[in-house]
């Protein structure tokens, strides 16, 4: 297979688990994130960071957000690690403030599957 090819399969991948990991995250879907979670996962939000685990937990239980909408994302693949950079925004359910997130989410291609190994978000209330 050529690499363009494979790029574009890549990268159509790549958008479906983006897109998947940010509805998964509204509707409070921990079993399809546990399908695509590295087993070493890691993510950051503002003042905690938490392992795979702790971050399924956490997301199976309802969001303190509603209305979560992805604005724009960019798709960087360097070999067999991609780097998805993004911004959403949504509505806190307890105030109604409006906020906006920045995130940027580490998938690796392992064994022909890509995974997400870690999650940064600069995410206000969520």
């Given at each position: 297979?050529?690499?363009?090819?494979?790029?574009?399969?890549?990268?159509?991948?790549?958008?479906?688990?983006?897109?998947?990991?940010?509805?998964s995250?509204?509707?409070?879907?921990a079993?399809?994130?546990?399908?695509?979670?590295?087993?070493?996962?890691?993510?950051?939000?503002?003042g905690?960071t938490?392992?795979?685990?702790?971050?399924?937990?956490?997301?199976?239980?309802?969001?303190?957000?509603?209305?979560?909408?992805?604005?724009?994302?960019?798709?960087?693949i360097?070999g067999d690690?991609?780097?998805?950079?993004?911004?959403?925004?949504?509505?806190?359910?307890?105030?109604?403030?409006?906020q906006?997130?920045?995130?940027?989410?580490?998938?690796?291609?392992?064994?022909?599957?890509?995974?997400?190994?870690?999650?940064?978000?600069?995410?206000?209330?969520?």
């Amino acid at each position: 297979m050529n690499d363009t090819r494979q790029s574009a399969e890549d990268l159509a991948i790549l958008e479906q688990l983006n897109l998947d990991y940010n509805h998964s995250d509204q509707a409070s879907d921990a079993k399809r994130f546990s399908e695509f979670l590295a087993e070493d996962f890691i993510v950051q939000t503002p003042g905690v960071t938490r392992n795979r685990e702790e971050y399924l937990e956490y997301i199976a239980k309802p969001r303190p957000f509603k209305d979560l909408v992805l604005r724009e994302f960019k798709i960087r693949i360097l070999g067999d690690v991609a780097l998805i950079h993004g911004r959403a925004t949504y509505t806190m359910i307890a105030n109604g403030a409006d906020q906006e997130a920045l995130y940027t989410d580490v998938y690796q291609k392992r064994e022909g599957t890509w995974v997400c190994v870690s999650a940064c978000a600069i995410a206000p209330g969520a």
